[in-house]
């Protein structure tokens, strides 16, 4: 074989635009120029991707510059992701808090919400404040979230009331809007209610009651004080002076379904209706009052003997209703009430999940709480229907406030307070929720009953089943929150409750004519002591009183009986509430 060809030589041109001689591959050589073009297009996905990881690198080192940055405004704060997406939201709102020269319309019914500042506690914590209160009408709750990815994200909910107070509020403020307008109401011979309403912590008692330095209260900064302060102001007034009012006050508690004297030893207090269908408090002291100071001293020991106590939800939890009543009466013998001014500091709400607790006295607690806050929802969203029935048998604390629904002189306001922390969202959700509920009573429902004469269907006949007609009622309108089987729980609860007052009842008959007995059965043995007694005379009436205490106490041990043998129902009922799945 002889040696291989040699490649011919590359052609110099000539290029007369050029000051360079460029060298042209020849074009019989397949495959040079593409692969030249291959090697250029590699070089540029090279550097194209070269750039965007350097894009890339940029970013996360400018997006850690930026998560630095706002982790630096709050240090150590593990919520900090949802903290910068509030201040964001914040940063876009345009804030007009109300102010004391505002004017707010006339209304029957006003529902307010009030935010309280985050406390020492939760700033120790660092807490996140996921409330915000941008204007008189508003409230934002910001409810973090999490999506399937685990991104963090906000849910912000609004609510639009006919009042809002931000953090920065006072009483003096809150009560400007809220009690004082509904003074002249009692006054013109009507109805006032003032409600607070909320979890306990969230400032309730502090907003009725007064401020609070430490575990002591200052009683002369709340609504009850400001209230009365304006009541005997009102009363000196030349407008006033001659209609000759006395001014008395009672305070008592709704704890468990049962009603106690808080200014007489914590008595209790039967709920009765008269021959008029009035309801009556028999046995609740009404003390008269001469001035603020004697209404403060009222308000501080009544207070002192509230019942409260532990819960799922709070360590110090507000177990019952407190209801602080001014009250107007002619001075004259009639003692004719003239007007009623009724304030409510509500049992904390987060008490309804203590339906479920394995204490059959808290569950109790929860059970009537819950009841109570529906019977009250239901009750002042018909106040302004007019033809609809009243549903204030199914809870003792619609029962004692019933003429607070009743007439076109009657006035109610609600004031629903929120804690702004973040473990709080939920919690402070449910009590917007509902009071944005309280907002819809102008709405008609089907459900609602109208009186066969058509007129507004508050007088119901007595008898064993109207409480239970209201409580169905109330639970066709509130499906949702009451199902069948807590529906079922709370009418045992109803009947447990029944029971117990007839056994009480009973025991209290037994212990009275026990004395009688006692004496009766002294006597006849003293009959013994004669030397020619009659023996056939006192057989007769030993026999004659045996009788009547084996009727009496069989009676009374029938009705104890029936008593455990409901404790037992209950408590297969609410072991059977808990066994089923939540949907």
Aim: hydrophobic content about 35%; overall charge neutral.
């Amino acid at each position: 074989m002889g040696p291989p060809p040699v490649p011919p030589p590359p052609v110099a041109v000539n290029n007369h635009n050029s000051a360079q001689n460029q060298i042209v591959p020849p074009q019989n050589q397949q495959g040079t120029v593409p692969a030249l073009r291959r090697r250029s297009n590699v070089v540029k996905e090279v550097e194209r991707l070269k750039k965007n990881r350097e894009e890339r690198r940029a970013r996360q080192a400018e997006q850690k510059a930026e998560k630095q940055e706002l982790m630096n405004l709050d240090p150590g704060n593990p919520n900090w992701e949802f903290l910068a997406m509030i201040r964001e939201y914040r940063a876009s709102l345009d804030f007009k808090p109300l102010c004391e020269n505002d004017v707010l319309d006339d209304r029957q019914i006003l529902v307010c919400v009030r935010k309280r500042p985050l406390n020492k506690k939760e700033l120790i914590r660092k807490e996140v404040d996921v409330v915000t209160v941008p204007n008189r009408e508003l409230a934002i709750i910001h409810e973090p979230k999490l999506k399937v990815d685990l991104t963090k994200f906000l849910e912000n909910q609004i609510f639009r009331f006919d009042c809002a107070f931000d953090e920065t509020a006072n009483n003096e403020l809150v009560y400007r809007f809220t009690a004082q307008p509904l003074l002249q109401t009692i006054f013109d011979g009507g109805m006032a209610t003032c409600f607070a309403y909320g979890q306990t912590g969230s400032g309730k008692t502090h907003t009725m009651g007064g401020d609070f330095n430490g575990k002591s209260q200052d009683c002369t900064k709340g609504i009850y004080a400001l209230a009365a302060k304006d009541v005997f102001r009102f009363l000196r007034s030349s407008k006033y002076r001659d209609l000759d009012l006395n001014v008395s006050a009672s305070f008592f508690e709704i704890y468990s379904g049962k009603v106690f004297d808080l200014l007489n030893n914590k008595k209790k207090i039967r709920i009765l209706e008269d021959g008029k269908q009035q309801t009556q408090l028999l046995g609740l002291q009404e003390k008269i009052t001469e001035s603020m100071e004697d209404v403060l001293k009222l308000i501080q020991h009544g207070n002192s003997v509230r019942t409260s106590g532990q819960t799922s939800a709070n360590q110090h939890s507000s177990r019952s209703h407190a209801v602080f009543q001014l009250i107007l009466r002619k001075r004259n013998s009639s003692k004719k009430l003239h007007g009623k001014f009724s304030f409510i500091d509500l049992a904390g709400n987060e008490r309804g999940a203590d339906t479920l607790s394995t204490n059959r006295q808290t569950r109790m607690e929860g059970a009537e709480i819950n009841k109570s806050l529906l019977a009250l929802k239901e009750c002042i969203r018909a106040l302004c229907r007019k033809g609809a029935h009243l549903p204030f048998r199914a809870s003792k604390l619609t029962q004692v406030l019933r003429d607070s629904f009743l007439g076109e002189n009657t006035r109610i306001c609600m004031i629903a307070t929120i804690s702004p922390g973040m473990q709080s969202c939920e919690l402070s959700l449910n009590t917007l929720r509902y009071a944005d509920r309280l907002k819809e009573y102008g709405a008609q429902d089907p459900e609602m009953k109208q009186s066969p004469n058509g007129e507004e269907g508050n007088h119901m006949d007595l008898d064993g089943s109207a409480e239970d007609n209201d409580f169905a009622q109330i639970r066709s309108l509130n499906e949702y929150d009451l199902p069948p089987e807590l529906y079922t729980f709370h009418e045992t609860l109803s009947h447990l409750q029944e029971m117990e007052d007839d056994v009480l009842d009973g025991h209290k008959t037994v212990i009275e004519v026990s004395q009688k007995w006692l004496e009766m059965d002294s006597c006849l043995f003293n009959m013994t002591n004669d030397v020619d007694y009659d023996v056939d005379a006192y057989a007769q009436q030993l026999e004659d009183l045996l009788a009547e205490k084996v009727e009496i106490l069989t009676k009374f041990k029938d009705k104890v009986s029936l008593l455990r043998t409901q404790l037992v129902e209950e408590e297969k009922i609410s072991e059977a509430i808990k066994r089923t799945p939540k949907k």
